[in-house]
């Protein structure tokens, strides 16, 4: 079975695994936006210390920006707000690789061809062009980055970092904990590289806390250096360090993601297990206690593998999704806090920050890029009814249905008994089915591939048949959920039959005490006269005793 080229291409698409489709409209700042310029929007960040700012970048690689604009935050050569998006023209035609907020806020950009470029608040040197004026418009950082290609920003509250193509880490701007990594506290007013620790090493990430710094390392080693006085370096102590120091205690690990909260990290290791260290205010480190950790923790143990970790310099608010697209929070969530990792509804965790985190920022450059890969379950969902991967046919009412035997084998007792007592390689792989309908198979077969079912309350009732007859019993109680909130007075005792028919006691009971409560109309209904006169008599004394023709 493992063997199966089907299932083995679903373990590799599992392998691939990316983020869903995402949705700016979840920011209630995109409601400034129309219908036909919401369509434009490729990727998009909401920033600023109310998330009153937003900048987009558009299919054709237009930027515009729009929102409270303080501190100049938006670029746009004045300090004024703005309801209406503006465009920014210093791209010309370049996409944007990168982009992370200040606090300020002070925003970085990174373009795919490697240049630097940074506005807003610069009262620290934080945009790395050598002084404190605030940067009105956009512009490039080139000191000390000469030759260099820069292919990752991350801003703490007032410093910033940038990751180069070459793997080099370079540091500027406030410095009062040690977060740029000179070896002082001054502060750096261009960009300047990081080295100590770091030194021959080759980066692949960066994170920053408000006052902190992380870098990870092409081998899965993790360093920190900044402010430390709640753990958030997971050195072990709570003392400043002012060059990096490697957190020893993910030793023997290889980290693939590490992202910073204000004042806690997450670091996800390449076999999906999650560590998380820091200030623990809120529960944001998801230990289900509020106690700060000085070194890296395990959480989520009990959860199936994780896939992404996601948290912000401005929040304390953690987020995470598993290999099969569940996606927990946890820490300050609209004001409570929450200390355990919280399975939630949404489809990624960019949504988790909209809905949920204070401010209601993103976490990362959001894209509405279509992904090229789906996740297990999107994946078995279209693969439903797909004669160009199927295996095996079924023919219902004269119309097939194609499925896969490995999948009916994991999904169904049923298929796996019937394919070990019964099916030989040589077997024609088409089954006929006489006893149900095509739409109550059909819908039987997708069950086993979608964990859901779409059908009428009236062809819900063949459905429950087949439910109990394969003893799928999860089915049979979705069948019952359909038919309860399908029935009508015009149908509900032919419910009631089946009901009793199948043997489904909760669902006789709740299709019984709807037909006692609309008992006139239901006697004028064609169904009801039709019923065979056993099940008649013995309806109509269950409703005596129950008092349904008294005066």
Same mark, same amino acid.
């Given at each position: 079975l493992l063997a199966s080229p089907f299932i083995t291409s679903f373990y590799s698409q599992l392998a691939l695994l990316l983020s869903s489709v995402m949705d700016v409209s979840k920011w209630s700042l995109f409601y400034l936006l129309s219908?036909?310029?919401?369509?434009?929007?490729?990727?998009?960040?909401?920033?600023?210390?109310t998330a009153n700012e937003a900048i987009y970048i558009t299919h054709g690689n237009e930027v515009f920006v729009f929102g409270l604009n303080c501190s100049s935050c938006l670029g746009t050569g004045d300090g004024l707000s703005t309801v209406m998006p503006k465009k920014l023209d210093f791209l010309r035609g370049k996409k944007v690789?990168?982009?992370?907020?200040? $606090? #300020?806020?002070?925003?970085?950009?990174?373009t795919d061809d490697g240049q630097l470029f940074a506005w807003g608040h610069n009262g620290y040197s934080q945009l790395g062009n050598?002084?404190?004026?605030?940067?009105?418009?956009?512009?490039?950082?080139?000191?000390?980055?000469?030759?260099?290609?820069?292919?990752?920003? $991350?801003?703490?509250?007032?410093?910033?970092?940038?990751?180069?193509?070459?793997?080099?880490?370079?540091?500027?701007?406030?410095?009062?904990?040690?977060q740029i990594g000179s070896g002082s506290t001054a502060n750096q007013p261009y960009p300047r590289k990081v080295t100590g620790c770091l030194q021959g090493k080759n980066a692949s990430g960066i994170t920053c806390g408000q006052t902190s710094s992380m870098a990870l390392v092409d081998n899965g080693e993790v360093y920190g250096w900044g402010y430390n006085g709640n753990g958030q370096l997971?050195?072990?102590?709570?003392?400043?360090?002012?060059?990096?120091?490697?957190?020893?205690?993910?030793?023997g690990m290889c980290i693939q993601q590490i992202v910073s909260g204000y004042g806690h990290c997450l670091a996800l290791t390449d076999k999906g297990l999650l560590y998380a260290w820091g200030a623990n205010t809120y529960g944001q480190l998801g230990t289900g206690t509020k106690s700060n950790h000085l070194s890296p923790v395990h959480i989520m143990a009990d959860k199936e593998r994780v896939v992404e970790v996601a948290a912000c310099h401005s929040t304390h608010t953690s987020a995470a999704k598993t290999q099969s697209g569940q996606v927990f929070m946890w820490g300050q969530c609209r004001g409570q806090s929450i200390v355990l990792p919280h399975l939630t509804h949404l489809t990624n965790t960019d949504d988790v920050f909209a809905c949920f985190a204070t401010p209601s920022v993103m976490w990362r450059l959001m894209s509405m890029e279509q992904d090229d890969f789906l996740t297990v379950a999107e994946a078995l969902r279209k693969e439903f009814d797909s004669p160009e991967t199927a295996d095996l046919k079924f023919s219902v009412d004269g119309k097939y249905i194609h499925v896969h035997k490995?999948?009916?084998?994991?999904?169904?007792?049923?298929?796996?008994?019937?394919?070990?007592?019964?099916?030989?390689?040589?077997?024609?792989?088409?089954?006929?089915?006489?006893?149900?309908?095509?739409?109550?198979?059909? $819908?039987?077969?997708?069950?086993?591939?979608?964990?859901?079912?779409?059908?009428?309350?009236?062809?819900?009732?063949?459905?429950?048949?087949?439910?109990?007859?394969?003893?799928?019993?999860?089915?049979?109680?979705?069948?019952q959920q359909i038919i309860k909130r399908g029935i009508t007075v015009e149908n509900a005792f032919t419910l009631l039959s089946a009901a009793i028919r199948y043997d489904a006691e909760d669902l006789e009971e709740f299709c019984f005490?709807?037909?006692?409560?609309?008992?006139?109309?239901?006697?004028?209904?064609?169904?009801?006269?039709?019923?065979? #006169?056993?099940?008649?008599?013995?309806?109509?004394?269950?409703?005596?005793r129950c008092g349904a023709f008294k005066n």
């Open positions: 219908a036909q310029e919401l369509a434009t929007v490729r990727q998009a960040c909401v920033f600023g210390t690789a990168s982009l992370s907020y200040g $606090s #300020g806020p002070h925003v970085l950009l990174a050598g002084s404190t004026n605030p940067g009105l418009s956009p512009v490039l950082i080139t000191a000390n980055l000469q030759n260099k290609k820069v292919k990752e920003v $991350s801003c703490g509250s007032h410093h910033s970092m940038a990751l180069t193509l070459d793997g080099e880490v370079f540091a500027w701007g406030y410095n009062n904990c040690g997971g050195i072990g102590n709570n003392g400043n360090q002012l060059t990096p120091c490697r957190v020893a205690a993910l030793q490995a999948v009916l084998k994991i999904r169904c007792e049923h298929f796996r008994s019937m394919f070990r007592s019964q099916w030989t390689e040589d077997q024609q792989e088409v089954i006929e089915i006489g006893q149900f309908s095509y739409p109550v198979y059909r $819908s039987f077969l997708q069950f086993l591939y979608t964990d859901t079912v779409d059908l009428s309350p009236e062809d819900a009732i063949g459905l429950l048949d087949l439910a109990t007859s394969y003893c799928e019993n999860r089915l049979k109680r979705l069948c005490r709807f037909c006692i409560n609309h008992l006139t109309r239901v006697t004028q209904t064609e169904a009801f006269w039709q019923v065979d #006169g056993a099940m008649l008599k013995e309806f109509i004394s269950k409703a005596s």
